[in-house]
T-cell receptor
Framework: NAGVTQTPKFQVLKTGQSMTLQCAQD?????MYWYRQDPGMGLRLIYY???????DKGEVPNGYNVSRLNKREFSLRLESAAPSQTSVYFC?????????????FGPGTRLTVL | SQQGEEDPQALSIQEGENATMNCSYK?????LQWYRQNSGRGLVHLIL?????REKHSGRLRVTLDTSKKSSSLLITASRAADTASYFC?????????FGAGTRLFVKA
């Protein structure tokens, strides 16, 4: 099992460009999450999907959109990238419909917006 | 608004010593989790303690939870150089899990 995979690993964008970060999990988990991690800060939740077909805003959703394509895949889209979106992005998944189980994280995507 | 706050922000110890990290939070929780992050990697789950538990052990890890003080501690005994990482507490009071800023642990060989 690969666990949670993310692509790409690194990306450099110019202000105003768009891109989609891909995430897939092979653990048959119901819930998936997107976080961003900035220096000196913990992870902040951008969006989450409690189950296939549903998505909800997290703590910092502005400037992002998500798609739960199927049970395995959850993508994060930046429509018009801004320097403030320079960060490391992590996708995670968990088994239960709720916070009671551990989350499994992908390796992250390091995004720089110039 | 972050729920968990770790203390200290950074900790440097010798191999073989114990490392203690603390976490404080603000509102009621269902459970509290500790995660580890090696440099440049994703987070790895270490241990989960439910709100009705006071202490939990897993190998060299010991976690305590005091809901009256809204605090938790993570003890790593007999630390090793491989324990060098950042450690995060995460609180779950609803569906969302909120992470603190982390404690950076450096274990010198």
């Amino acid at each position: 099992n690969a666990g949670v995979t993310q692509t790409p690993k690194f990306q450099v964008l110019k202000t105003g460009q768009s891109m989609t970060l891909q995430c897939a999990q092979d653990m048959n988990h119901n819930s998936m999450y997107w976080y961003r991690q900035d220096p000196g800060m913990g992870l902040r939740l951008i969006y989450y999907s409690a189950s296939e077909g549903t998505t909800d805003k997290g703590e910092v959703p502005n400037g992002y959109n998500v798609s739960r394509l199927n049970k395995r895949e959850f993508s994060l889209r930046l429509e018009s990238a801004a320097p403030s979106q320079t960060s490391v992005y992590f996708c995670a998944s968990s088994e239960a419909r709720g916070p009671y189980n551990e989350q499994f994280f992908g390796p992250g995507t390091r995004l720089t917006v110039l | 608004s972050q729920q968990g706050e770790e203390d200290p922000q950074a900790l440097s110890i010798q191999e073989g010593e114990n490392a203690t990290m603390n976490c404080s939070y603000k509102t009621s929780i269902n459970n509290l989790q500790w995660y580890r992050q090696n440099s440049g990697r994703g987070l790895v789950h270490l241990i989960l303690i439910r709100s009705n538990e006071r202490e939990k052990h897993s190998g060299r890890l010991r976690v305590t939870l005091d809901t009256s003080k809204k605090s938790s501690s993570l003890l790593i005994t007999a630390s090793r150089a491989a324990d060098t990482a950042s450690y995060f507490c995460a609180t779950a009071g609803g569906f969302k899990t909120i992470f603190g800023a982390g404690t950076r642990l450096f274990v010198k060989a």
